[in-house]
């Protein structure tokens, strides 16, 4: 279940063709108005498309590690992250199974994902698994950015996890975040930048399917869940 949990940590926020809130609205609401909003906003969409950039901050390295790709996702419960640089690699939810697919390795494996898992996580915010009030404190917390016309909250969980805090950059325009940054206890940092976002676009049903090549070494770890 660590590894699940791991896993999902380093994948893996965003905005669209959805009707815009009112500008003038952006600048008065609380935080916790931001994040009723944002939850709204990520029921409302059905699809969406993305480019995404993730860089993981490490207390022992001077630079962070800097990943890019495409994100898809498919409500009530289709996710797929397709890295391409520096390396390529598939992460692929569907139905309450992670698979990752390591091409230069010929690795698939397959892991179940518990209900806590997915909460505590990038993709419960995706897939809207949690109410962020419920589940966290919210309050401003202005931190930097090159970014116009966003609101910044910062998340606390109410239980104690993996992470100290969330930050969250949010679209004013759609209420949809456009940056999420998890801050670890040991004091490292990942952080995910989404751009070029659509929302509503018909994804061909294929996307959420990995067909591996033969002699890939498949570890399925659902195998023990399912006897």
């Known amino acids: 279940m ?3 949990v791991v896993v999902i940590a380093g994948l893996l926020v965003l905005a669209g063709a959805l009707q815009p809130f009112p500008a003038s609205a952006a600048a008065t609401v609380s935080p916790d108005e931001a994040v009723a909003n944002l939850e709204r906003a ?4 059905t699809t969406l498309q993305a480019r995404f950039e993730q860089l993981y901050y490490s207390m022992s390295i001077s630079e962070p590690l800097r990943e890019r790709g495409d994100l898809y ?3 009530p419960d289709r996710m797929r992250w397709t890295y391409k640089t520096p390396q390529d690699k598939v992460f692929l939810y569907k139905e309450g199974v992670l698979e990752m697919y390591l091409p230069e390795e010929k690795q698939l494996t397959r892991s179940p994902v518990s209900k806590e898992a997915l909460e505590s996580d990038i993709f419960g915010i995706f897939l809207g698994a949690m109410s ?3 589940a966290y404190v919210v309050e401003d917390s202005p931190f ?5 016309r966003v609101r910044q909250v910062k998340l606390t969980p109410k239980t104690e996890g993996d992470y100290s805090h969330i930050l969250l ?3 004013e ?3 949809l975040p456009r940056r999420v940054i998890f801050l670890e206890w040991a004091g490292n940092k990942r952080e995910f930048i989404f751009s070029q976002i659509r929302t509503g676009a018909r994804i061909p049903p294929k996307t959420f399917s990995l067909k591996v090549p ?3 070494e498949i570890i399925d770890d659902t195998e023990s869940v399912r006897r």
């Open 173 to 175: 325009a759609t209420w």
């Open 73 to 75: 996702l498919q409500k």
């Open 169 to 171: 950059e949010i679209d």
């Open 42 to 45: 990520l029921k409302a969409m």
């Open 132 to 134: 962020f009030r419920d």
């Open 144 to 148: 930097p950015t090159e970014a116009t």
């Open 214 to 216: 033969p002699g890939t």
């Open 2 to 4: 660590r590894r699940t």
